[in-house]
């Protein structure tokens, strides 16, 4: 299902979902209110208030801590893409102590890895956790840029320990990201109790019983909606690198923007 939804443009998604799953209430509505007319006489709505306030409480806590902890795995992921390119940014900065030649090939090694993981993020049908061969062909060359320099002050040394430190933290922080991104979504069981508790809680909304039909479809409509609004958040939000809303590689554009002449 996921994969299905994840295939259509944003503006089709919200549609779908924020304008299909009230419109698909307020008709099952409309057929329980012609099939049951016995539900106009609200002899059962004190229960039915009752078990929809219960089941209302521990949808919003399962849905909200579902939300809450995509959200966190969605900002760590961006997170890495500013750790990553900025770090290497400043590598590629600080080298200037290493002479002009050296920061001039340690620069455009770092511009040519930006572009390398701009050129592939992200790609349709490859799986995110995957490194392009060239991104860490780069990494490889960028670290021999660095430790191949024979230091002549120690500010040299100071600088050609830093950088080596923070290139193996930046080829961490890639397998880290890529991993944590592509690994960040929903496992099937959860998506069934996030379907189950949406179904069941707008299920007893349907069960109430009143004599204004009209203000009775907006009241069914608005819960709905609401509903509709977590489980558009909760498919935004999943697979933070290759999902219906994925993380932008803003971060390396900027670092490009920046060291290029």
């Not at 960028?142 to 930046?170: H, S």
Request: net charge negative; aromatic share 8%.
């Amino acid at each position: 299902m996921y994969e299905l939804l994840a295939r259509l443009p944003l503006w089709g998604l919200m549609v779908l979902v924020l304008v299909g799953f009230p419109a698909a209430a307020v008709g099952l509505q409309a057929v329980i209110r012609r099939t049951f007319p016995a539900l106009r006489a609200r002899r059962h709505n004190s229960v039915a208030g009752f078990l929809v306030a219960v089941i209302g409480v521990i949808y919003a806590v399962t849905v909200g801590f579902i939300i809450a902890n995509q959200w966190e795995n969605y900002t760590k992921a961006r997170e890495r893409t500013f750790q990553e390119a900025f770090t290497l940014a400043s590598i590629a900065e600080g080298s200037e102590i290493l002479g002009p030649a050296k920061q001039a090939e340690i620069t455009r090694l770092v511009i040519r890895y930006n572009q390398i993981v701009i050129d592939w993020w992200p790609q349709s049908g490859r799986d995110p956790a995957t490194m392009d061969p060239a991104e860490d062909r780069t990494l490889a060359e960028l670290l021999n840029a660095v430790g191949d320099t024979a230091p002549t002050t120690e500010g040299q040394a100071a600088f050609i320990r830093r950088a080596t430190d923070d290139l193996m933290d930046v080829n961490a922080q890639n397998d880290q990201r890529l991993h944590q991104a592509s690994q960040a979504h929903l496992e099937q069981p959860l998506w069934i109790v996030i379907a189950v508790s949406s179904v069941v809680t707008v299920g007893f909304c349907l069960l109430f019983g009143m004599q204004n039909q009209w203000l009775h479809y907006v009241m069914v409509a608005g819960v709905a909606l609401a509903i509709a609004s977590n489980l558009l958040l909760v498919i935004l939000l999943d697979h933070p690198l290759s999902g219906v809303m994925p993380v932008s590689p803003d971060a390396y554009q900027s670092v490009i923007y920046d060291l290029t002449p």
